[in-house]
């Protein structure tokens, strides 16, 4: 499938074209996600403002030097995490994890990639498998991304890589099942796109905690899903936040500036939205 380009502003796809050709001739690996992707996969087109782009931690700074060479500004906004590149208003999305720093990209995404095309540029595209697995926990008031799995599940069920997928949730398995269970919600005459051995591995191992018991631990797992909505565990009940243990590979600072962040996202969301309001003719 091949993204066209004409939803696009001429400047917005000159530069995004300028930078999928330079990265490709310098030979910096990475893989275009985000809507484009997801676009090849479900066959649903959405425009969104940016370009995503997934690359390893390790190629992060060759990638902003030469998007800087490009006549690009560019920035880490979140080091455990995501870098920019701007040019005027546009922007590309330099990815090499995720916000609760769980799904960091690493060889195996190369390995399963997929060859596409983007814009005219030659380009390998994330693997539906890592692109469930970093969405699911992405689960904030303002933008919860269940249905984009819903639809990837729908697209490619039948032909994942389950037990791939499976290990890439590892202790973090009940995400899974929670969308697996979703997704057998929302399309019930499609449900046997899910293995019944995977339903009936992920209820043996629920069963299994339940004969256990609680943890002793007071830990809070809900920052994994959302920055925002657990802060009040973690500050005024005193759960142990799940992003600072061996779970992710995130720091004291990463946290601190990855929810600073919080305020200054909502206040650019209400301003997005009271221009939207305000152009609307009803």
């Not at 479900?42 to 403002?49: A, N």
């Not at 799995?149 to 729908?154: D, E, G």
């Not at 399309?187 to 905690?209: C, F, G, H, K, T």
Request: charged share 25%; glycine share 6%; with cysteine.
């Amino acid at each position: 499938m091949t993204v066209p380009a004409e939803t696009l502003d001429p400047r917005t796809c000159a530069f995004y074209r300028r930078a999928l050709t330079a990265l490709t001739e310098a030979g910096v690996p990475f893989l275009v996600g985000g809507a484009y992707a997801f676009a090849r996969i479900t066959g649903i087109e959405r425009h969104t403002k940016d370009l995503d782009i997934f690359l390893r931690p390790a190629d992060r700074d060759l990638a902003l030097r030469l998007l800087a060479s490009q006549d690009c500004q560019t920035e880490v906004a979140f080091p455990h995490w995501l870098a920019k590149a701007h040019c005027g208003e546009d922007y590309i999305d330099i990815i090499y994890s995720s916000g609760n720093g769980v799904a960091a990209v690493d060889d195996e995404w190369f390995a399963h990639a997929t060859a596409d095309t983007v814009l005219g540029v030659p380009v390998l595209l994330c693997p539906t498998e890592e692109m469930i697995w970093s969405k699911a926990f992405v689960q904030e008031r303002e933008r919860f991304d269940g249905a984009d799995i819903a639809h990837l599940l729908h697209a490619n069920g039948r032909t994942l890589d389950w037990p791939r997928l499976l290990r890439r949730f590892s202790c973090h398995w009940r995400v899974l099942l929670a969308h697996l269970l979703l997704f057998g919600f929302v399309y019930p005459s499609e449900r046997d796109a899910v293995p019944a051995w995977l339903l009936r591995s992920l209820w043996r191992r629920a069963e299994q905690e339940l004969a256990a018991g609680p943890l002793t631990q007071r830990i809070c797992q809900g920052p994994l899903l959302s920055r925002a909505q657990y802060l009040h565990d973690i500050d005024q009940l005193g759960y142990v936040d799940a992003r600072l243990t061996a779970a992710t590979g995130m720091t004291r600072e990463d946290v601190a500036r990855w929810t600073a962040a919080i305020a200054e996202e909502r206040e650019r969301h209400d301003s997005d939205d009271t221009d939207a309001a305000a152009g609307c003719r009803c």
